[in-house]
């Protein structure tokens, strides 16, 4: 079964019915240095702590 | 935590309330008072109406609450519980949403459908969040589906909710901060109602998104119906 991780050339995305004007950044929480093997009740709650501490963040 | 809801009477939940109070709590509405009392991994909840029943004495056990009990009950703070403090709390309701699947254009080999719905104020609780505990989705017509197609369920901050968009590096309006993905490249089912079960209770602060990812491969647009498993 062809199942694409990544959007093709040749391949629309709509977004709730429209076309976007521009595509931008997805960064996959969960797989970041930070936040990796967490659910999500936790990731919210870090992400507030993260918030309150300021710094910057390691994108995979 | 969830807790096994178990509806009894006054008699019976005050003997679960604990000596020091901290294990109940309560909410009061014009014609009654609905009471909960955390055990273990019970809940065990009582209604009480303000007003007599026919058949019913209920003076004695609303006399009872309102002298000794009410204005004490402080679970929530005992507990730790104020992040889903409206869990044993809660009533269920389930919100659906129809979306329009639209099929790759000639020239592309699929269309991925992207529906995003905002957690808004008529979802989230008192305490500012909602709980998803599950849902369903249903296509009703199978031949409109195509072996490939592909479905995932996640959650996204798109508003800078959380506050980590410049942590990342990200900007608001086009970029997307994806939370969790709970249901991950699921071959799509139609004909048939299909539950959503995301394993856990994830509780969702408002200004969030559930995304719903359909990759279609097929010919014609369809509608998808999704529900949503919700306290109030």
């Known amino acids: 079964m062809n199942k694409p991780d990544k959007v093709e050339k040749t391949t629309q995305i709509v977004i709730n019915g429209q076309i976007p004007e521009k595509l931008g950044k997805k960064v996959k929480l969960y797989k970041t240095e930070e936040f990796k093997e967490l659910n999500v009740n936790d990731i919210i709650a870090k992400a507030k702590e993260l918030q309150r501490q300021g710094g910057s963040g390691t994108v995979r | ?9 006054w008699s019976v939940v005050k003997t679960k309330i604990s000596s020091t109070l901290d294990n109940f709590t309560y909410i009061e509405y014009p014609d009654k ?8 991994i019970f809940c065990f909840i009582c209604v009480l109406p303000k007003t007599e029943l026919p058949g019913a ?3 004695p056990d609303l006399e009872d609450f309102e002298q000794n009990y009410k204005g004490k009950g402080n679970l929530f703070e005992i507990y730790g519980m104020k992040d889903a403090s409206y ?10 949403v129809v979306y329009e699947v639209q099929p790759p254009e000639p ?5 991925q459908n992207i529906f995003d719905t905002r957690i808004s104020e ?10 998803i505990v599950g849902g369903q989705y249903y296509i009703k017509d199978p031949s409109v589906i195509d072996e490939r197609d592909i479905v995932e369920f996640s959650v996204v901050d798109k508003d800078n909710v ?6 990342y590096g990200l ?16 071959s799509v089912i139609g004909g048939t109602l299909v539950k959503i079960e995301p394993g856990q209770t994830k509780i969702l602060p408002l200004g969030l998104y559930l995304r719903v990812s359909y990759i279609c491969y097929g010919t014609t647009s369809f509608k998808f119906k999704v529900d949503y498993f919700i306290p109030r």
């Open chain 2, 1 to 9: 935590m969830i807790y096994k809801d178990i509806y009894v009477p």
């Open chain 2, 33 to 40: 008072y609905e009471i909960y009392v955390a055990d273990k």
């Open chain 2, 57 to 59: 004495n209920v003076q």
């Open chain 2, 87 to 96: 869990s044993p709390l809660r009533e269920w309701q389930s919100v659906g």
């Open chain 2, 107 to 111: 020239g592309e080999t699929f269309k």
């Open chain 2, 122 to 131: 008529d979802l989230v609780g008192r305490d500012g969040c909602v709980e």
């Open chain 2, 162 to 167: 959380l506050g980590l968009f410049q942590y």
């Open chain 2, 171 to 186: 900007t608001v309006g086009t970029d997307v901060l994806e939370l969790a993905k709970f249901v991950r490249t699921h």
